[in-house]
């Protein structure tokens, strides 16, 4: 099973050219989806907007070779490594899916385009990259569903896998799409018939909502939000701050040190047990 390309298996039943062009099908819907998206919650409107009026309020101008630096920065901390995410947990169960979402996608398409041919031989390491995928997505986001619920937790509420919103149509297409490919495969591989035309449409189903829903679901959000990381660092480095004191960026650790003092410096001494009185639940 491991070893096997699903797809290569596939291409006895469905032609090769129908499966590249289901993928590319579903890459339109992506960019598509995700510039109607942008257009109608104006978020590239406004992101432009910000960035154009935090140079007035500018104390310096950032050099290119600053900038480049900035990228790097956004692209090894926010992008690579979840590092807006403070709490442990959430953080790993991120990183889990959105690594096992990239290695899964794009084994994907290898397979697809480059060894669903007659007489093509998927090299061993796709189909390995292909399920380790899969399995890391699924750790990663059903661990999130049943264990972490950000939105539920910080509520104060019982987290609960039933409340459904709208919200929740990306994770779940996700998860979706990531288990039934992987239970399809394994059908496929112990010749299971029926069971394997069953889950191969369940398949083909959830990644045509992951992907076709764009539109309704977070998918969107995950290109904008490097863009605005960026910018963020970028009002920091030219001094503009978004119109901030001084203190008050939270993601560096010397300044959110000085405002607290700041806000502490007339607090009386005995202050009680505060936030010692729970576990810190609340993201």
């Not at 907007?49 to 050099?63: C, M």
């Not at 300044?255 to 009680?272: I, T, V």
Request: glycine share 8%.
């Amino acid at each position: 099973m491991f070893t096997t390309n699903p797809f290569a298996e596939l291409s006895g039943t469905i032609p090769a050219l129908t499966m590249q062009i289901y993928v590319v099908v579903m890459a339109i819907l992506v960019i598509g989806g995700t510039i109607i998206d942008t257009l109608h919650k104006k978020s590239a409107e406004y992101f432009f907007a910000n960035a154009e009026e935090a140079k007035k309020s500018a104390t310096r101008t950032v050099g290119g070779g600053e900038k480049v630096g900035l990228v790097v920065k956004t692209v090894t901390s926010e992008i690579m490594t979840s590092s807006e995410f403070s709490n442990p947990k959430r953080r790993v169960s991120h990183l889990l899916s959105m690594y096992g979402f990239i290695v899964f996608v794009l084994a994907s398409a290898v397979m697809v385009f480059a060894y669903t041919g007659a007489g093509a031989e998927t090299p061993a390491i796709w189909p390995i990259l292909w399920h380790l995928g899969a399995l890391s997505l699924c750790i990663g986001g059903y661990w999130f569903w049943f264990g972490i619920r950000v939105d539920v937790v910080s509520e104060g509420k019982k987290p609960s896998p039933f409340d459904l919103v709208r919200a929740d149509l990306f994770i779940l297409s996700l998860l979706a799409t990531a288990t039934t490919g992987l239970i399809w495969s394994f059908m496929q591989s112990v010749g299971a018939g029926g069971w394997t035309t069953l889950f191969l449409i369940l398949f083909i189903i959830s990644s045509t909502v992951l992907f076709g829903g764009v539109l309704w679901s977070k998918f969107a959000h995950m290109f904008f939000k490097p863009a605005a990381a960026y910018q963020k660092k970028v009002t920091v480095a030219d001094g503009s701050r978004e119109n901030l004191p001084a203190y008050a960026d939270r993601n560096d650790p010397a300044d959110r040190d000085r405002h607290s003092m700041e806000l502490l410096k007339d607090a009386p001494m005995d202050m009680g047990l505060g936030i010692k009185r729970e576990q810190p639940n609340h993201y």
